[in-house]
T-cell receptor, first 111, second 117 residues
Framework: RKEVEQDPGPFNVPEGATVAFNCTYS??????FFWYRQDCRKEPKLLMS???SGNEDGRFTAQLNRASQYISLLIRDSKLSDSATYLC????????????FGPGTRLSVLP | DAGVTQSPTHLIKTRGQQVTLRCSPK?????VSWYQQALGQGPQFIFQ???????QRGNFPDRFSGHQFPNYSSELNVNALLLGDSALYLC????????????????FGQGTRLTVV
């Protein structure tokens, strides 16, 4: 079993739709959590950090459930420009390897 | 403030050759991690350098080696290239000194796309 797993995708949604991404992680020692966005043939870029209290940034809402070891990302009113691959990333404190990436879920927002 | 820079951006090598990829971290960052991203997959951790030493390593063979210089820049070397080494190689930098390592985001370079033929 992979340490970080995500919905296999791809997700094809119309503009304006709400889309939810799910992620689970297996290492209970994970301490920090992020969603990264990666455009085709580009490097990953931080979308948002994820906190236990949940956090929102405009149309994007991230939630963390430590007990279930589950992370989610909700995108409301999706735009064409949201088309990308979304990577779930967990960080482990006091380990040399800071970050473990999920395989990513590709989103295509259609006009 | 320059972000993470990698060179070259693209590279084509023949099986059995050796390759060196370079990375300059973001200003103020002293920790450099290297990742391999095959097409359609998430980045896979290769190793991390801090204070010029390899601090942690992922499941990659010894053909993959690295180095960090006093100015925190880093190199990734791959010997005896295989077709399966074709991938996007990403360098990520983060502040390591005096921080809880997992708390801070990593900043990525644009990557080096290596094609082995």
């Amino acid at each position: 079993r992979k340490e970080v797993e995500q919905d296999p995708g791809p997700f094809n949604v119309p503009e304006g739709a709400t889309v939810a991404f799910n992620c689970t992680y297996s290492n209970s020692a994970s301490q920090s959590f992020f969603w990264y966005r990666q455009d085709c043939r580009k490097e990953p870029k931080l979308l948002m950090s994820v906190y236990s209290s949940g956090n929102e940034d405009g149309r994007f809402t991230a939630q963390l459930n430590r007990a279930s070891q589950y992370i989610s990302l909700l995108i409301r009113d999706s735009k064409l420009s949201d088309s990308a691959t979304y990577l779930c990333v967990v960080g482990r404190r006091n380990y040399g390897q800071n970050f473990v990436f999920g395989p990513g879920t590709r989103l295509s927002v259609l006009p | 403030d320059a972000g993470v820079t990698q060179s070259p951006t693209h590279l084509i090598k023949t099986r059995g050759q050796q390759v060196t990829l370079r990375c300059s971290p973001k200003s103020g960052h002293d920790t450099v991690s290297w990742y391999q991203q095959a097409l359609g997959q998430g980045p896979q951790f290769i190793f991390q350098y801090y204070e010029e030493e390899e601090r942690q390593r992922g499941n990659f063979p010894d053909r993959f080696s690295g180095h960090q210089f006093p100015n925190y820049s880093s190199e990734l070397n791959v010997n005896a290239l295989l077709l399966g080494d074709s991938a996007l190689y990403l360098c990520a930098s983060s502040p390591g000194r005096g921080t809880n390592l997992g708390d801070t985001e990593a900043f990525f370079g644009q990557g080096t796309r290596l094609t082995v033929v």
